[in-house]
């Protein structure tokens, strides 16, 4: 259950995004609660990354509000998002196969876990080591080597990484884009928990993905886009996948389009 009495961490007031004469987001009201899972569906071109964008810092919009923690507020580069508390998580980014699982989870963060001296930057690698492997075990996830390079991990074990780094690094709020796209049964399962638990921890997760029966094992809302508006929002309780699928296609919950 997601709770509706919070003060919702991100909320979006008619938002709309142009660019030039294409009118990717219209009139879009949507909000994200702590704790919560919301599931973002939509047929591409739908409008789901472009809407994903602008809780990022990536695209400024053309029209509303966002409020943060109930207070408006712009995030006009992705580094304000980030200083929020916002992550996102896109597919494959944000991870460099090259470098060491320990090195990958302080990417970008290495200045504050150095020590600095005249013309010499040393990193405390032992302490590297051990927050890394400390930190993916609270997520459940298992790997006492933290010396193996990313590029000998599997596809659902690299994303928990950034999945674990965002909790970590106490994100709010962390966007995951089709985090399940090309991972195996197994995999998937695993990368859904990681969901799990990091709403357990309080973090609230946009979960964005094609596969209706993922969203429905691990959401408790969803917001489904149609052609830049929103069709509907719903708790989970309250839609069935046959409904959720229909809202995609037609963006409504009957299965046919009406003729007009
Ligand atoms: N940078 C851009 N310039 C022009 N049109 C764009 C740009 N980004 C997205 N669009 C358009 O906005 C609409 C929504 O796209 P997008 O947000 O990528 O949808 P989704 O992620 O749901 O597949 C599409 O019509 C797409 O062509
Ligand atoms: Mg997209």
């Known amino acids: ?8 961490l991100l909320e979006l007031k008619n ?6 004469r294409v009118h990717s987001l219209r009139g879009i009201n949507m909000d994200v609660r702590p704790g ?16 994903i964008k602008v809780f990022a810092g990536v ?21 304000a998002a980030m200083a929020k508390g916002i992550s996102v998580v896109y597919q494959d980014l944000g991870i460099i196969p090259l470098l060491s699982i320990y ?6 963060r290495e200045e504050d876990v150095s020590v600095k001296l005249p013309g010499f930057m040393y990193l405390k690698k032992r302490e590297m080591r051990e927050t890394a492997r400390k ?3 609270q997520l459940g996830i298992h790997i006492t080597d933290v010396d193996l390079t990313v590029a000998r991990l599997s596809g659902g074990e690299r994303q928990s990484i950034a999945i674990a780094r965002a909790v970590h690094f106490q994100s709010k709020l962390l966007i995951l884009d089709e985090p399940t796209a090309a991972l195996s049964l197994k995999e998937t399962a695993k990368v ?7 709403k357990r921890q309080g973090v609230g997760v946009v979960l964005i993905t094609h ?10 809302r969803f917001t489904v886009l149609y052609h830049g508006r929103v069709a509907e929002t719903t708790e989970r309780e309250n839609v069935t996948e046959q409904e959720l699928a229909n809202l995609i296609n037609t963006g409504t919950r009957a299965s046919q389009k009406l003729a007009v």
Request: aromatic share 8%; glycine share 12%.
């Open 1 to 8: 259950m997601s709770n509706l009495r919070t003060t919702p």
């Open 103 to 108: 090195r990958n989870f302080f990417l970008g």
């Open 15 to 20: 938002i709309s995004k142009s660019f030039g």
């Open 135 to 137: 930190a993916l075990s």
């Open 211 to 220: 596969n209706i029966a993922h969203a429905y094992e691990v959401c408790d």
């Open 59 to 79: 695209h400024q919009p053309t029209g509303g509000q966002i409020l943060w923690n109930g207070e408006q507020t712009i995030l006009d580069t992705p580094r």
């Open 36 to 51: 919560e899972v919301l599931g973002l569906l939509g047929d591409n071109g739908a409008g789901k990354s472009t809407l």
């Open 192 to 198: 859904l928990s990681y969901v799990r638990e990091a």
